[in-house]
Every structure is written in structure tokens, then in C-alpha cells.
């Protein structure tokens, strides 16, 4: 097999073909011992994040550190005597003895800073072994060249202080922390999943490299990527991780991770699919209700995010789109750091005026990583974006099923275009919207069943047009290949 350095890796999308090469350790600037080189350019490297361990990640690292409220006291279990904790569904569980002498009587580290503490470990990983011929899911380093990479000087680390005793719990923290949280596989099990995400091994010297070796099922799927084999991962800059701010400020970075784990690739638009405000600050962001409580307040987050991220990441978003709650009239910013110079009251009045919405909480939102300024205007509403909307929300659907279509983009496409056709844009977008937000959306099931089935309604309720017809029959034989292309 040859060096992964000379393939492409899948993108994103389980079944698109590949494409672009994997990064190698000589684009990431690899010392000879393996460690990151101390002048490395952050802005090129990039963290390629295992399907596995972003799904598991996303439920463990939760919306908030671990205080003495989520604190349930010492039990005794399967581990033997433990510390334990409990948030949004999740537990953690320390030994007590470590919990005494490893960390001081402190809690695990479980928000933003191990979320990133795991992206970097990843990132190092994949920096030492991408080259080598015998793979392994591990990687070593100095405390030192860790701090580098999580944004700190040379002279910072030459003073030390408390930064780099966070750093250490961190590590530890990612060790020694084993967490429950449940789980559903595709097929509907329900399961307990207990862990870890990797062993640790402590230098005793000074200066002396941290071992990491990935555990469980997570080194398999850390395999995958440095191999070229993995079907489906995600890209996430190291910038990111070495920026300070978005780990003061955490909503900074839990916004990030909700563009990067919901981007499709490769898309005309390149636009998400529209999300919920309300939903976007709390499932995703981890808002909390007095924030929430307020319409100013949601504004006055959701606009440092955008305009944090479009200034220091416009790669990752460029535009955005304001939606109502129907999402059948739309605003098109097409710079998003506009919004950096309007204060509530001037964005109300957009709101109100361009998608008939008084409330922020009450609208939809997606967000761009291209100009839109050629693709959309203002209120549009058109059958291209409805199109290309649904296309995204279908391919989004198989990511997260898992559950790939057979029958390819160009042969959505034309359909869709048959269905727009004949039932028009309003009663597909109300068809597209109740599968969406349904309480199992299918994406087979919107394409293969409602649309052709409201079609042949629509031609029984309707005059007769030949040309309806004409099209009612090419929508017919469009339905018959994909459902051909899905028995291959």
C-alpha cells in the first residue's frame, strides 16, 4: 500500500469521490523526532476529525464546566471507588485516588478546553504517522511544543504560571476520565457507552515527551483517516485550537464547531442548511435561558459569533442567510460582518421589513462559506435556492443515517426540477418542510414517495395540461431510476 501522503482522502460525504490530497507531515512542518517544529504555520495545518470520535465528543464534552452541582459524590462500581458527575445525561467518573493525587481535588476538564485537547491530539497524531509506513494511533510530545500549539509564546512558556498546569489537566483529564452516555446505533439499540479516549503516559523528567495512544474504538477509526480508508471525517484548523479567545470565550468555539460539523462540501451554494435560532443557541451552543429570555441578548451573542469567525476564520463563513420560521422569505447578508455595525434595534428592522419576523428566536439561519452576492438576492425565494436546499438538507440526512442514496446529485436534481414544475415552489417547500422537522425525516421517503404521490394528486385535482402531463411522466421516469439505481 502507498504512503497515504500520496492519496486523497473522502471528504465529508461518505460516498463522494475523493478528491483532495491528504496533507502531509512536510505541509505541517514534522520535527525528525516527530514533534510539531516550533515555527509551524497554524494556518495551514488542519485536524482531521474521525466520524466516531466527533459523534461521541459532541455528547461528552457538554455545554458547561463540571461545578459542585454536577458533583454526585463517591460511589462504588465496576472501576472500584470512584468520583462521579453527571451532566445533560452524560456521567464521569474519576478514581478516587487519582481524582487526590493526579488532580488535586479538581474536577475533570469536559468543556471547551478538552474538546480542544483532543482535536490537537489528533492533529499531532496524524502530523507523526501520516509519512510512516507502519501506522500507529499514537503521537508524542513535549509539554512544551503542546503548550506552541495551544497559542501560548516561547516566553510564556520559559515564565510557566497556571497555564500550564491547565494544560497538564487537560491531558490528565482526557485519561483519566471515564464517561457513560448513551447511545442509539442505526438499527435503534439503545446502549450505555463506557470509556476513554486514550491512555496517557506521564514523563517523570522534565522536558521528557507525553505518550498518547488512542483506545477503544477510536483508534481504529484514527487508523482509517491516517490510511486514506476513512468514509467519512471532518476538517478542523488548528488556528482555531491555538486561538485563545474562542477558549475564553467558549460560545466562540462551540459556534465554530457547528459550522465545521455541519458543512457540506462541494455545493454550488455552499450555504447549511438553515437551522432554528433558538436551536442553534442551545442544542448546538449551549446558550443558557437567561440569555435565552431575551431577544437583544440572543442578537448580542449570535453577532460577536459571526462576526468573531467571519473576521478571523472567512474561510469557514463569508455570508449568511436570515430566514423566517415558515423559511419561505429570506434576507441575504452578503457579508457577514455587516452585522458588526447594527445594533439590535437597526437589525429589527431588517428582520421585520425583508422576512416578516419580529422575534430572533423565531427565525432560521444559514450560514455561507462563499460570496452569495452572485447566487442570491435579497427575498428571492427562488426554485433554485429551494432546490439546492433540499439537494443539501438530502445529502445532510445521508451523513447522518447513514443511509446512502444511490442514485446521484444529477438525477435529484432533475427530479426536483420535474416536481417544482409541477406543484410549484410553495407546496414543495411545505412538503420539504414537514419532512424535515418530521419526528423521523427520510430523505428517500420525501423523494421517492411524498413528491411523486402530491404529483399525481395534483394532475387528478387539477385541468387538463398537456404539458403538466408531459412532465408528470418525465417525474414518473425519473422516480423509476433512482429507484433502479437503489436495487444495484
Not at 463540571?66 to 460511589?75: A, F, P, R, S
Not at 423566517?324 to 429570506?330: C, F, K, S, V, Y
Not at 442514485?407 to 416536481?419: M, T, V
Request: net charge positive.
Amino acid at each position: 500500500m502507498e504512503p497515504p501522503s500520496n492519496k486523497t482522502p473522502n471528504t465529508e460525504e461518505p460516498n463522494k469521490p475523493r478528491g483532495k490530497r491528504v496533507p502531509t507531515p512536510n505541509d505541517r512542518s514534522e520535527r525528525s523526532n516527530g514533534s510539531t517544529e516550533r515555527n509551524a504555520s497554524k494556518r495551514q495545518q488542519r485536524a482531521y476529525i474521525p466520524k466516531e470520535i466527533q459523534q461521541i465528543s459532541r455528547q461528552v464534552f457538554g455545554r458547561s464546566h463540571l461545578g459542585k452541582k454536577h458533583h454526585k459524590g463517591t460511589v462504588e462500581n465496576e472501576y472500584g471507588i470512584v468520583e462521579k458527575w453527571e451532566n445533560t445525561g452524560v456521567e464521569y467518573l474519576v478514581d478516587t485516588t487519582t481524582y487526590a493525587t493526579k488532580m488535586n481535588h479538581q474536577a475533570p476538564k469536559v468543556y471547551v478546553s478538552q474538546d480542544k485537547n483532543i482535536k490537537l491530539l489528533l492533529a499531532l497524531t496524524e502530523m507523526q504517522q501520516f509519512k510512516k509506513d507502519d501506522k500507529e494511533a499514537r503521537c508524542e510530545f513535549t509539554l512544551s511544543d503542546y503548550a506552541r500549539m495551544r497559542g501560548y509564546s516561547d516566553e510564556e512558556i520559559a515564565r510557566g504560571g497556571k497555564f500550564m498546569d491547565e494544560l497538564r489537566r487537560d491531558l490528565l483529564s482526557g485519561a483519566y476520565t471515564a464517561f457513560q452516555v448513551p447511545i442509539t446505533t442505526k438499527d435503534g439499540k439503545k446502549y450505555i457507552r463506557h470509556g476513554t479516549f486514550y491512555t496517557l503516559d506521564e514523563p517523570t523528567v522534565r522536558k521528557q515527551e507525553w505518550v498518547v495512544t488512542w483506545s477503544g474504538a477510536y483508534a481504529p477509526a484514527v487508523l482509517e483517516v491516517l490510511n486514506g480508508n476513512s468514509r467519512q471525517f471532518f476538517t478542523h484548523h488548528i488556528q482555531e485550537i491555538s486561538d485563545r479567545t474562542t477558549t475564553e470565550k467558549p460560545f466562540l468555539h462551540t459556534f465554530y464547531n457547528y459550522l465545521v460539523f455541519s458543512r457540506v462540501d462541494g455545493k454550488r451554494s455552499n450555504c447549511g442548511m438553515p437551522i432554528s435560532v433558538r436551536n442553534l443557541l442551545t442544542q448546538e451552543m449551549g446558550v443558557g435561558a437567561d440569555t435565552l429570555k431575551r431577544p437583544k441578548g440572543c442578537y448580542d451573542v449570535l453577532c460577536e459569533c459571526i462576526t468573531y469567525t467571519s473576521t478571523h476564520y472567512p474561510n469557514e463563513l463569508s455570508s449568511l442567510i436570515l430566514l423566517n420560521h415558515r423559511r419561505d422569505r429570506e434576507y441575504a447578508f452578503q457579508k457577514a460582518d455587516a452585522l458588526s455595525s447594527l445594533d439590535y434595534d437597526d437589525f429589527k428592522k431588517i428582520m421585520e421589513g425583508a422576512v416578516g419576523e419580529d422575534d430572533i428566536r423565531d427565525c432560521y439561519i444559514s450560514f455561507c462559506r462563499t460570496d452569495k452576492s452572485k447566487a442570491v438576492t435579497a427575498g428571492s425565494g427562488s426554485t433554485v435556492r429551494l432546490r439546492e436546499e433540499v439537494l443539501d438538507w438530502v445529502e445532510n440526512w445521508e451523513k447522518v443515517s447513514e443511509y446512502p442514496l444511490k442514485f446521484g446529485r444529477a438525477d435529484r436534481e432533475q427530479f426536483l426540477d420535474y416536481a417544482i414544475n409541477i406543484l410549484g415552489t410553495d407546496k414543495v417547500r411545505d412538503l420539504f418542510n414537514r419532512e424535515a422537522n418530521g419526528y423521523k425525516p427520510n430523505a428517500y421517503k420525501l423523494l421517492v414517495e411524498t413528491l411523486p404521490a402530491e404529483a399525481k394528486k395534483g394532475k387528478k385535482n387539477s385541468e387538463p395540461d398537456p404539458v403538466k402531463e408531459d412532465t408528470l411522466k418525465k417525474l414518473e421516469e425519473a422516480r423509476r431510476i433512482m429507484m433502479d439505481r437503489m436495487k444495484m
